[in-house]
Each structure stands twice: as C-alpha cells, then as structure tokens.
C-alpha cells in the first residue's frame, strides 16, 4: 500500500550552496497491506526519516512516494494520506493534545468530520482495543509512560486508518510500558493492521514478518527476521545487536557446535541447546 | 515542589452549578457582574449579598474555600473601604471632625457599600464560573459563544485551540520545570541564596533549558496533529457537542431576572443609598 520509488532525501534547504549529505539515497521498497514490517538501523541511518516519508511529513527531494497510488508530493493529497497512515511517534508527552484521554483519543475523528455518536463509538472501542477504558476521564499527566504511549496508540485507531508506523515509539519507555505497547501491536496485528514498526531493539524485530535494515541512507537487507539475524557479522560491523539468542547461538557455532544457524526466539535456542545436549549425553 | 500549585481554581463537583451549559454561565456571570455595579441602595446591595449566600449553598462548595477566595482581594477590600471613608465629601455635618480628619455619615455608607460590591463581585463571578467550571468546558464555552466572529476572519477556534494545548500542558512543564531545578541543584546551583538580583539571575539557567525544551515540544506536537489530520476549524466535528437544556434556559432566565430586580430595588426610596 506504500510504495517507494527511486526515492533521495536530505535536510538541505533551497539556498544552501553546499549540498547536505543524503540521508536516504535512492530507494525503492513496497510495504504491503496486511505486513508486519521491522525496520531497523543504528542512530542516523535514516530510518526515522525514511519513516517521515510514508506519510508525506517529509517529501522526497528525487523520486516518488505513493501511497493507495496517492502521491504524497500532492498537498491536496496528504489529507487522504494521513488518515490511511497513522503514526505513533517517542515521546508521548508530545503526542497528546487534550486535557483529557478521552478527549484526546477523539482529537482525530473530530478532525475527520465524523458524527458526534460515531466518534464515541470509536473512542471507546479504539479505548478497549488498547485496554485504557479504565482511564477514560484521566489527565495525561496521572498516566505513565506506557499508558500515554497507549492513549496515544488510541488516538491513531480512532482514526481508523489501514497502517500505523511506529517511529521508535518505545524508546523512550521502562521495560514495562515497552512491553504493554508490544502487546498492544500484537493485538493490532491480530485485527489485520499493516505495522511497520521503527525500533533498534532488535528483540522486537524479530516478531515481523519482514526486517529492512538501514544503513547509511540505504537499504541494507531485505528479508525474514531469519534469514536477517543469521548475518551475524555483517550486523554487528554496521554497529547493530543481534538477539541475545543468536548471539548465543553464533558463538557456539564458532566454538564448534552444531546448532541451526536462524535461531530468533529464546524458546526456540532453548530447545535446540537441550537436544544438543541429550544427543552428547547419548554418544 | 511545583506540583502543589493548582491553576483554574476549579473544584470538581455535580451540582446544578456544574451541569450548567458553559456559555450560560459565561452570559450570567455578565449579568451579574453588570447587576453588581448598578446596585446603589441598601435594597439592592443586601438582595446581592444574599443570591451570593444562596449561590455558594447551591453550588456545594465548602464556604471554607469561598471565603479564602477572599484572601487575595483583602488588602484592595481594605484599601477602597479606607479611601472612601475619609475621602468623601458631602455637604453634612461630619462625624468626626479630628485635625486633619473628617468623617462624614455619607463616607461610611460608601465605604460599606463598596465592600459588599467587591466582595459579591469576586465570590459571584467565582461561584458561577472559575469554582464550577472546568478550564476545558470554559474554553470550549468561550469558543462557542465567540464563533459567530468567525464569519469576520477573527480566529476563534485557533485561540481556543492554544488554550487547550496550554493547559493540557501546564502540568507537563512543571514536571520539567522541577526536573531541570533539580539538575541544576545536582551540580551546585543555589537558588535560595542571595539578594533579589541575585536569585532572579539563578533563575536563568532555568528559563533557558525549558524555553529549549517548550519549542521542541511545539514542534514535535505540530507534526503529531498534522499526523492527526488536524487543518484547523475545517469540517471539524466535536464528540461533547453542547446541547442547551431545560435548566439552560431557566438559568438565563434567573440571570436577567436577577438584574431586572436590581434594577427595581435601585427605585425603591431610602436615605441609605450612593
């Protein structure tokens, strides 16, 4: 439904003499409708940039970004955009606009002209998918990180659009509220979201069905979190983690095991250390 | 340190005070303001004292906290009282008649008067908005009753919108506010020090980081809105709409009522008016 072509951007402005390093070098990618999308990059290789683009709050400088074929470049259009491709940004603070969190979860369909009855209905139901319903009358300020990040989240479904970006959206979240937000993706992903989810944590990637990782402006890898986290050196020379467990796994290979080389979950390189472990006690 | 300060002076509350429409309560309060300063015998000056005793009963309001909102006005209270007492002139014989002091019946009466006019002022308008209202409903309340000004380019639902975002974020900057005092006492900054001047310049490396900060937010809000699909006023729906109900009606009928009858007490004939 997103739709990269040939794509160039930088941070230049029109009278600047000295051309601004690219920050994202030509690029051409498609999120698809119904994805589950992990994009990852240390600080400054351009994923949050790259993320901007999706929805028309930064224009390509070179080539196109459409989205449902609408061009983003058509300020006419972003009108449209938005409302398909909702975005969840770090800090929460920032992204609330009411006084309070029913308020604020309504801040979008009154904005789209929706009918007073009908933004209720959506206000509760987008309260209930995130489990804030409890909340309804709460200030912001009463709320902790994870569950401004939550009210926040309700404010884009409330929109009803048909993809949601999360650019770093629990960066700035203790472990907990990181984990109430993840829970909360799962959930959308369950109800047929398309996610593309912005992140350096490299533990929440691999719950995509897909992983770009970024690198100096360009795309780096393409592919399953698998086959991504295998390439253990090549991630680690681009100053990125791997998971913890293939990290593991990797250096038992290095020290002469054999073990699958693709392993992401804990549960999976549990299980496969467990079998190396009786086959020896076998021998 | 910051936190206890509380701003709109609102206090939560379901009396038929706090059910009002907001912009009947923002037409009364005018009524009554105007009702106030037309009052000018004791007829009417003790009709205002008591809807202001019945108004604090209805709203459910401890009088505690009415008669502390009298604290900040005292010394205004006090000074008026005191200027009318010994300044006014009137063709009498004075009361006291001491050196340079003359104390005229008519100077007390004034005196007396002014007080009661001060005081029903700030307690009514209180009682009837700020105390019952919440800063959202106000401004909600402002922007409807101003819309029609929209027809003349004036940019009411933007103001309104501004006042939103700054009272929704008041609290924000005030977690800010400490955080960044206490960054700043961490490595040895005094704030209690000193002469006036002084504390007012240790006060600077406060401002600068949370102006910084304020702009940041600014930005970073501004994109999230757009995210939002916010363009302003255009085609914009609101989930509370404002439905004007019986007891609406009945209010703003009580509130012309209300200077109607002052208006008729102003007539009755007394030696006791100004």
Not at chain 1, 203 to 224: F, K, Q, T
Not at chain 2, 149 to 163: G, N, Q, R, S, T
Not at chain 2, 247 to 261: G, H, K, N, Q, S
Request: glycine fraction near 6%; hydrophobic fraction near 45%.
């Amino acid at each position: 439904m997103i739709k990269l072509e040939n794509v160039s951007f930088d941070y230049s402005d029109a009278e600047d003499l000295i051309p601004a390093d690219k920050v994202i070098n030509n690029i051409s990618l498609e999120i698809e409708k119904g994805s589950f999308v992990a994009i990852l990059g240390h600080n400054g290789s351009g994923k949050s940039t790259l993320a901007k683009l999706f929805n028309g709050i930064l224009i390509p400088k070179s080539g196109r970004v459409t989205v449902d074929g609408m061009d983003t470049s058509d300020e006419d259009l972003l009108f449209d955009i938005r409302r398909r491709v909702g975005m969840v940004f770090q800090n929460p603070d920032n992204q609330i606009v009411a006084t309070t969190v029913e308020e604020d979860v309504a801040f979008a369909p009154e904005n789209l002209g929706v009918e007073p009855s009908e933004i209720r209905r959506r206000v509760a139901e987008a309260l209930e998918t995130v489990g804030m319903t409890r909340f309804r009358q709460h200030s912001p300020s009463q709320l902790s990180g994870g569950q401004k990040q939550r009210v926040a989240i309700a404010g884009i479904i409330a929109m009803k659009p048909e993809c949601i970006i999360f650019d770093e959206s629990t960066a700035m979240l203790d472990p907990q509220g990181r984990k109430e937000v993840l829970d909360t993706i799962t959930k959308l992903r369950q109800d047929g979201m398309t996610v593309v989810l912005i992140t350096h944590y490299m533990n929440e990637a691999v719950y995509a069905d897909r992983v770009i990782v970024m690198n100096d402006g360009n795309v780096e890898m393409d592919a399953p979190p698998r086959q991504i986290f295998s390439k253990v050196e090549r991630l680690k020379e681009i100053g990125l983690d791997v998971p913890q467990v293939t990290e593991l796994i990797f250096k038992l290979r290095e020290a002469g095991y054999s073990l699958p080389h693709d392993l992401v979950f804990p549960e999976e390189g549990a299980e496969a250390i467990e079998k190396l472990i009786l086959e020896h006690k076998q021998r | 340190m910051l936190k206890d300060i509380t701003l709109g002076q609102y206090f939560s509350g379901n009396s038929i005070l706090h059910r009002l429409d907001p912009r009947i309560k923002i037409i009364a309060v005018l009524f009554f303001a105007v009702s106030v300063f037309i009052a000018k015998n004791v007829y009417s000056f003790a009709f205002l004292l008591l809807s202001v005793i019945l108004l604090t009963l209805v709203s459910g309001i401890s009088y505690k906290i009415v008669l502390k909102s009298i604290k900040p006005v005292l010394v205004i209270v006090i000074f008026t009282a005191v200027i009318n007492l010994f300044f006014t002139k009137a063709d009498e014989t004075p009361l006291i008649d001491w050196l340079f002091i003359t104390v005229y019946p008519r100077g007390i009466k004034t005196a007396v008067f002014m007080i009661v006019r001060i005081l029903t002022l700030i307690v009514g308008t209180s009682l009837i908005l700020t105390y019952t209202t919440s800063p959202i409903a106000l401004t909600d309340g402002i922007e409807r009753l101003l819309s029609p000004l929209k027809k003349i380019k004036v940019p009411v639902h933007e103001f309104a919108m501004m006042m939103t975002i700054a009272l929704r974020f008041i609290p924000t900057l005030l977690e800010e506010t400490d955080k960044i005092i206490s960054a700043q006492k961490a490595r040895g900054a005094g704030f209690d020090e000193g002469g006036l001047m002084k504390k007012a310049k240790a006060f600077l490396p406060i401002l600068i980081p949370l102006f910084i900060s304020a702009f940041r937010r600014a930005d970073e809000l501004a994109v999230a809105m757009e995210c939002r699909c916010y363009r302003g006023d255009e085609g914009r729906t609101r989930m509370k709409e404002l439905k004007m109900q019986g007891r609406d009606v009945t209010a703003l009928i009580l509130a012309v009522l209300f200077t109607a009858c002052i208006i008729f007490f102003n007539t009755l004939p007394t030696t006791l008016s100004i």
